[in-house]
């Protein structure tokens, strides 16, 4: 199931709004994430961001070629596809 998701959600459009910040807002998440673009995480610290936002098992994370990344993980007892993208937003599929 998880790795289904992973090949569909890494083919989203990324977005062409050239006011996108490079990193979002605490309060605020980006409406088109996840954005593509060059990302600066490395694998320990994306790890770290999608555990410190309640996901537990993270499992098969990957840096796709849209530079985001991809893992299987944990949360409310469902286990989700998970992104990450440079802006720092996290998305479940």
């Not at 459009?13 to 990193?23: H, M, N």
């Not at 980006?30 to 936002?53: C, H, L, M």
């Amino acid at each position: 199931m998880c790795a289904a998701g992973l090949s569909a959600h890494a083919q989203t459009t990324p977005s062409t709004d050239s006011e996108t910040p490079a990193i979002a807002t605490p309060d605020q998440k980006n409406p088109t994430a996840p954005v593509a673009g060059a990302n600066s995480f490395t694998e320990d610290q994306a790890r770290s961001r999608i555990e410190e936002a309640g996901y537990t098992n993270v499992a098969d994370l990957k840096l796709d070629a849209n530079g985001i990344w991809q893992a299987c993980a944990t949360k409310d007892s469902k286990q989700v596809t998970v992104s990450l993208d440079y802006q720092g937003n996290i998305v479940a599929q």
